[in-house]
């Protein structure tokens, strides 16, 4: 069976964009393929986190996994900092990589600019992501748009080590929704939908109460026409409301073009707000479950016991090609 891992980080709360371009693709991965599904603390903390807020955030992005439809007993569920191999081996991948292709990573230029002192940290993140992905041999690494090109430097390292080394570690392919890959925030059009975006009308959270979704897509940008059509160049805003409108209804775009046509913005927007109120509700109603049940301990050692099985064996293996003494 061929495998899937991903993961998501804790570092603020997740919204709609993490859904439709990753978590959807998750839930639809596990049913053919093994599946790895981790909440990324390591990551997190390449920004500075507080510590009971990124205790709270990793419980509820686990939760939320489940919440939305990731079944433990298919996939495995865990913390990446449960899994230590994920750390070595990211030391590993750091010591094969270049600063020049490090430099050239989007989200560093981005998450660095006008820094005064840039955490070390945040320069070898897509380090470690590589070994989080090339540790399980995945073959497919679902994600939005954004974590594209951490996939191709990941490609890269993979080859660079199988060739220095003779290894044989799965070069991955991401696996990357067709329409929705990119949801924008509703504030800018030109910006990514995101978590740390200090303005929490520019973001749908999965755990925003109904009447907070209906007055930030009320609230949401729009230009000055009034025809409801697909188009992200010349209509970007409409567009990506249009997007998590079909993800949210499951419905084509063309469908929901012709669903909408002659009607305006006004009608389009308020159904839009009550399909993703319809959407989220029943993810909302079973993370409050799963938070009650005091299950998640329990499934988290389960996936990491399953994750390390897995990770370790990989690690020994490229240990043992690089001349480490392995212990006996
Ligand atoms: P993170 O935590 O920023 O986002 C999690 C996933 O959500 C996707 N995403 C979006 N998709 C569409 N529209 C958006 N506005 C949007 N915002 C976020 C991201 O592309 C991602 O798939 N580096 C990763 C975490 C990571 C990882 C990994 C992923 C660490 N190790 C190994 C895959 C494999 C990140 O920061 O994702």
Request: net charge negative; with cysteine.
């Amino acid at each position: 069976m061929k495998r899937v891992l991903s993961g998501i980080q804790p570092s603020g709360q997740l919204t709609l964009g993490n859904y439709i371009g990753a978590m959807q693709n998750f839930v639809k991965l596990q049913e053919t393929h093994q599946c790895f599904f981790m909440v990324v603390d390591l990551h997190a903390i390449t920004m500075p986190q507080d510590p009971a807020a990124l205790r709270e955030q990793s419980e509820a992005v686990a939760a939320l996994f489940l919440a939305a439809g990731i079944d433990p007993n298919r996939a495995s569920v865990f913390m990446q900092s449960h899994v230590p191999e994920h750390a070595e081996l990211g030391w590993i991948m750091t010591t094969v990589s270049y600063m020049g292709e490090l430099e050239r990573m989007t989200q560093y230029k981005d998450k660095s600019a006008g820094k005064e002192s840039i955490p070390a940290g945040l320069f070898v993140y897509p380090t470690l992501m590589a070994a989080d992905i090339l540790i399980y041999n995945a073959d497919l690494v679902p994600v939005g748009d954004d974590q594209k090109q951490h996939l191709e430097l990941t490609r890269d390292l993979a080859q660079r080590v199988n060739q220095r080394y003779a290894t044989s570690l799965q070069v991955p392919e991401p696996y990357i929704p067709q329409t929705g890959a990119r949801i924008m925030s509703l504030d800018d059009a030109s910006k990514k939908m995101s978590k740390s975006n200090p303005n929490p009308g520019s973001y749908i959270a999965l755990l925003d109460e109904p009447d907070v979704i209906r007055k930030k897509l009320s609230r949401a940008t729009t230009d000055s026409g009034r025809e409801v059509r697909f188009d992200p160049v010349e209509k970007p805003e409409i567009s990506n409301l249009m997007a998590i409108y079909a993800h949210c209804a499951n419905m084509q775009m063309s469908e929901v073009e012709r669903a909408y046509e002659g009607q305006g913005y006004g009608a389009f927007k308020k159904d839009l707000a009550e399909r993703v109120v319809e959407a989220l509700e029943p993810l909302q109603a079973r993370y409050r479950e799963i938070r009650q049940s005091g299950e998640l301990p329990a499934i988290l050692r389960k996936g990491a016991a399953e994750a390390r099985e897995v990770a370790s064996e990989t690690l020994r293996q490229i240990k043992d090609k690089m001349g480490f003494v392995l212990p006996q």
